[in-house]
């Protein structure tokens, strides 16, 4: 079955700094990638999605690329701010009905 | 939230007994899905919707049914609740169309089950 991983440990980076999340997935390459950001107590809510056929995709601090070879995506925040703090998932979406989630990366961003 | 509302936000019960969750969502989106978050798991999904009465499992559907009689209501019930059935629930809609494409989904706030 597909497995999807992300660093279960938290993030820990100094304002200003650039954070760097990865997103690991076995089998086959899903047609469409996902990030979501989760805030304590809250639902996940939708970032950006990335194509198969897409290497790159920005919005606004926010940057995603997606390796198929290495089977590989990394979500980087720019500039990351105190209020980037958060748990940000990612999702494997193979243009099913269903998305496949990871169990997140909990990013603290210090002043 | 998206225009989705889950109730209740908060709830005890005892083992044993039946519980219903509640999501009803305003979008007027085809597709409705329940998942549940523990740590360590993540999100996983439990029943999803794909239009009124049109209902399929998930990869955690033991013990729960699901009943949507309405595009806007989407109804999560254990039947008779467990400790391990101690969780978040996760409510969420798409509006994915029947022919595919980009499932981008839209969460509510959450409803936080104690089984004791």
């Known amino acids: 079955s597909q497995k999807i991983e992300q660093n279960s440990e938290a993030l820990n980076i100094q304002e200003g700094k650039t954070a760097t999340l990865t997103c690991n997935y076995t089998n086959y390459s899903p047609a469409y990638l996902q990030w979501y950001r989760q805030d304590p107590g809250r639902g996940p809510v939708f970032l950006l999605l990335i194509r198969e056929n897409e290497k790159e995709k920005r919005k606004e601090r926010l940057k995603v690329t997606f390796d198929t070879t290495l089977k590989q995506s990394l979500f980087h925040i720019t500039a990351s701010q105190p209020a980037d703090s958060a748990t940000y998932l990612c999702?494997?979406?193979?243009?099913?009905?269903?998305?496949?989630f990871g169990t997140g990366t909990r990013l603290q961003v210090f002043p | 939230d998206a225009g989705i509302t889950q109730s209740p936000r908060h709830k005890v019960t005892e083992t044993g007994t039946p519980v219903t969750l509640r999501c009803h969502q305003t979008?007027?989106?085809?597709?409705m899905y329940w998942y549940r978050q523990d740590p360590g798991h993540g999100l996983r999904l439990i029943h999803y919707s794909y239009g009124v009465k049109d209902t399929d499992k998930g990869e955690v559907s033991d013990g729960y049914s699901v009943s949507r009689s309405k595009t806007e209501d989407f109804l999560l019930t254990l039947e008779s609740a467990t400790s391990s059935q101690t969780s978040v629930y996760f409510c969420a809609i798409s509006e994915q169309t029947a022919s595919g494409g980009e499932n981008i989904q839209y969460f509510g706030a959450g409803t936080r089950l104690s089984v004791l």
């Open positions: 999702a494997l979406d193979y243009n099913t009905d269903k998305l496949i």
């Open positions: 979008e007027n989106h085809r597709y």
